[in-house]
């Protein structure tokens, strides 16, 4: 495969703070490259870089050419703020963005795409839902037709629905050959659009990798949580074996090691000792927990599958 983008030991300094400390990577042509770490650890940075838009040491490589060169309808940047003008329509704002390249899309199709139709086309951009907003933001950053994307935080705002659907859109556009860099809060949304995940800290790539091998290098393993009543000891599960360990506090009992077919052993050891279960969840790792181990810190988003509230539809 060919690489879309590249970075060679890109570092990037604001007086005493480092943003960047020899970040390398490459992503290519139809990847979804997923980029997360804490706030401050370099991603709005890196992607500033490969965009052109702040300098950098290091060698930066888009499309086989320097950012700043690369033709800018090859390019869709979608940032976390941006606020197109307030009194034009959807309709308006997509012909207005369409009208700036010489090969763009369909300025109506785009909007279907995203979700955006009928009467809603047609009202002021600052009388829409959050949601909605975020739809018509997406759409300016397509209408373009570009071969890389860049989408910082894409479905802040948008209903469940509205996220799964965009997660589709992206998917195809990855199938079709965009290059997709993406940032998000959405642990869900990383791991179910990235072929690829780069975990930044403190400004430098600690581990790059598919979903799936990370989840299994740095995740952990699979737990039961029981919720117990009162302040009930743990038990001992030592005649189950050495696959299990246990951890307790304030009658929560953390048993790691357990697959789908031990629930039913340790859940017997509970009743061994007159324990009383009041919840059981089992979970498997995933990039939550990846996440947790390489930065130390909660991802903010929560695990797969998990909505973060934020609707705005």
Known sequence: MTAALVAEGVRKSYGDVTALDGVSLEVQ????????????????????????????????QVLDGDPTAVERSRIGLLPQSFSPAGRLTPRELLAQYAGRYDDARDPESVLSDVGIDG??????????????KRRVCVAIALVNDPEV?????????????????LWALLEDLAAGGTTVL?????????????DRVGFLNGGRLVAVGTPGDLIATHGGRSRLVVETDGDAPEPDLGHLGDDFETSSQSGRVVVEGVGPRDIDTVV?????????????????????????ELTGESFEGGGVGADDGRLGE
Not at 268 to 292: C, H, K, M, N
């Open 29 to 60: 042509t139809g990847e979804v490259f997923g980029l997360v770490g804490p706030n401050g650890a370099g991603k709005t940075t890196l992607v500033r870089a490969l965009t052109g838009t702040t300098r950098a040491e290091g060698q930066v």
């Open 119 to 132: 009467a809603v086309g047609d009202q002021w951009y600052e009388t829409l839902s959050g949601g909605q």
């Open 149 to 165: 994307l860049f989408l910082d935080e894409p479905t802040t705002g948008i209903d469940p629905a509205g996220r799964r659907a």
């Open 182 to 194: 993406l940032t998000s809060h959405s642990m869900a949304e990383v791991e179910r659009l990235s």
């Open 268 to 292: 017997a050891a509970f009743d061994a000792r007159g324990i009383g279960v009041e919840s059981l969840t089992w979970a498997q790792p995933d990039l939550g927990d990846v996440y947790l």
